[in-house]
């Protein structure tokens, strides 16, 4: 669980419940017109744009925002070091029935293990790179537009309401409630374009640029080792996918 997600998203909700809960009353700020305006038109614009499946699936890459965890780089490095020193030491078949940290890693160690050159290896591996990059592109580009399209249908909701209100000037009392349900429209297409549709489309979009740069990193390690690389220079090479303070602490770790 992706608890920074989880406590912005939810954090913020509350922060806006409670500044509506310590004003007038809830009930104002509840309009089934409105809503239906904002949350369906936003939907079927968005739909417009898509496909079935990038719009539907979307919303399951939606849960990798909140579930979705890859392992710690340097854990990984010292992992792939290990199958290293066994492939060296026992061949590759001697990692038949090892157990990785990551299904991709996985793929990678039975292509090691039925035989494939580096340059299988790594042409198979960059397609399912490629194409993992492009179903979390698909899913951030749908909140993209969903942030761009809420706003709008908004602001289209508040016209339409104002046109409604200017049409029945005979009764003044019912102006302002009028105009108060017209501003309705425009506060939900800002809450779900900025606590709910931006927040994922940016979490989505660092876990591609995150499990991308992690899967580089596997694919870099598994041609090495298919090569015959020493243990010690796969190390060396893969820690350039280290931060640098974390590169330094590993260099003095040596170093001692």
């Given at each position: ?6 406590i912005g ?6 922060l806006?419940a ?9 009930s ?7 809503l239906?305006i ?6 079927l614009v968005?739909?417009?744009?898509f ?8 919303f399951k ?8 965890k ?11 070091v290990?199958i ?16 990785v940290?990551s299904?991709?890693?996985g793929?990678g ?19 399912e ?7 979390n ?14 706003p ?5 909701g508040?016209l339409?309401?104002l ?7 005979e009764?003044?009392k019912?102006?302002?409630?009028a ?16 606590m ?6 940016d ?10 740069r992690?899967?580089?990193?596997y694919?870099d390690?598994?041609?090495a080792?298919?090569e015959?690389?020493?243990?010690r220079?796969i190390?060396?090479?893969?820690s350039?996918?280290l ?8 260099a003095?770790?040596e170093?001692?």
């Amino acid at each position: 669980m992706d608890f920074a997600t989880l406590i912005g998203l939810v954090g913020a909700i509350l922060l806006i419940a409670s500044a509506v809960i310590l004003g007038v009353s809830p009930s104002v700020f509840i309009n089934p017109p409105s809503l239906l305006i904002v949350v369906g038109g936003t939907s079927l614009v968005v739909l417009a744009k898509f496909s079935f499946a990038q719009f539907f699936g979307a919303f399951k890459a939606a849960a990798r925002a909140f579930k979705f965890k890859l392992p710690e780089t340097q854990a990984s490095i010292e992992e792939l070091v290990e199958i290293a020193n066994i492939a060296r030491k026992e061949g590759v078949l001697g990692l038949e029935d090892r157990e990785v940290s990551s299904p991709f890693l996985g793929q990678g160690i039975q292509m090691l293990v039925d035989g494939q050159d580096g340059k299988t290896i790594k042409e198979l591996l960059n397609k399912e790179r490629l194409m993992t990059l492009d179903h979390n592109r698909s899913g951030a580009k749908v909140f993209t537009a969903m942030a761009d399209v809420a706003p709008a249908m908004g602001m289209i909701g508040t016209l339409i309401g104002l046109v409604q209100m200017l049409s029945n000037m005979e009764d003044p009392k019912s102006i302002g409630p009028a105009m108060a349900v017209a501003l309705l429209t425009t506060l939900y297409g800002a809450m779900i374009a900025t606590m709910i549709a931006t927040p994922i489309a940016d979490k989505l979009s660092l876990r591609m640029t995150e499990e991308a740069r992690m899967q580089s990193l596997y694919i870099d390690a598994l041609v090495a080792i298919q090569e015959g690389t020493n243990p010690r220079i796969i190390e060396q090479m893969l820690s350039s996918y280290l931060p640098p303070k974390e590169r330094e602490k590993v260099a003095e770790a040596e170093g001692a």
